[in-house]
């Protein structure tokens, strides 16, 4: 499968805790997206990178949240000190610099207990 | 800052029926691109518009960009089961260095009666 991947699917963590998410894109691309979408909501977008370069993160992203992208490959999405209000599918997306058309992955699913 | 709104929130039809969904932003937009997710899936891309009064057709869909660039349309004529889903419509902020990142709408919910 050359999609974009992530892993894992789901995620079911305690008050407090730190979770980690990957994501593999598809290889030739080097825009990298992270979004968040909560039940009957679009994806909201939360940070993003051209290769290894962070050059966009959202206001309404706290400092609880850290991306980064090592190697202009694939992607980790942290969030420390989890709180119920982060329950949601964190997707990514990638795609190619000559085109708009985003590829999304199967999305991590959070719940936060 | 920028607000993408999408109506109506829900639909159900029954099959054969047509279903339109609309979408309408607060700022013009450089493009508008259409995503469908199905239910417990990833938002899909379905088309890009691009032009102010583009329109596009695939097969039983047709998608129109408005002549100010503000607000979009998707219509689906004779629908089918496999047309379920929900149904955005995302922009990317005009000009400036927004790097292509995505303002989406709140989705319209398709059902559709056997």
């Known amino acids: 499968d050359t999609g974009v991947s992530q892993d894992p699917r789901h995620k079911i963590t305690k008050r407090g805790q730190n979770v980690t998410f990957r994501c593999d894109p598809i290889?030739?691309?080097?825009?990298l997206y992270w979004y968040r979408q909560t039940l009957g909501q679009g994806p909201e977008f939360l940070t993003y990178?051209?290769?290894?370069?962070?050059?966009?993160k959202s206001r309404l992203l706290s400092d609880r949240f850290s991306a980064e992208r090592p190697k202009g490959s694939f992607s980790t999405l942290e969030i420390q000190r989890t709180e119920q209000g982060d329950s949601a599918m964190y997707l990514c997306?990638?795609?190619?610099?000559?085109?708009?058309?985003?590829?999304f992955g199967p999305g991590t699913r959070l719940t936060v207990l | 800052g920028q607000q993408v709104m999408q109506i109506p929130q829900y639909q159900h039809v029954q099959e054969g029926e047509d279903f339109t969904t609309y979408c309408n932003s607060s700022?013009?937009?450089?493009?508008i691109q259409w995503y469908k997710q199905r239910p417990g899936g990833h938002p899909v891309f379905l088309i890009q518009?691009?032009?102010?009064?583009e329109v596009k057709k695939q097969k039983r869909l047709t998608f129109q960009f408005g002549e100010a660039k503000k607000n979009s349309s998707l219509h689906i004529t004779a629908t089918q089961t496999t047309d379920v889903g929900t149904y955005f419509c995302?922009?990317?902020?005009?000009?400036?260095?927004?790097?292509?990142?995505?303002?989406f709408g709140q989705g319209t919910i398709l059902t559709v009666h056997p």
């Open positions: 997306a990638s795609r190619n610099q000559a085109y708009n058309e985003q590829f």
């Open positions: 290889s030739e691309h080097n825009r």
């Open positions: 990178f051209q290769n290894e370069a962070q050059l966009e």
């Open positions: 700022t013009t937009l450089s493009n």
């Open positions: 518009l691009v032009k102010s009064g």
């Open positions: 995302a922009g990317p902020l005009a000009g400036g260095t927004s790097y292509g990142k995505l303002t």
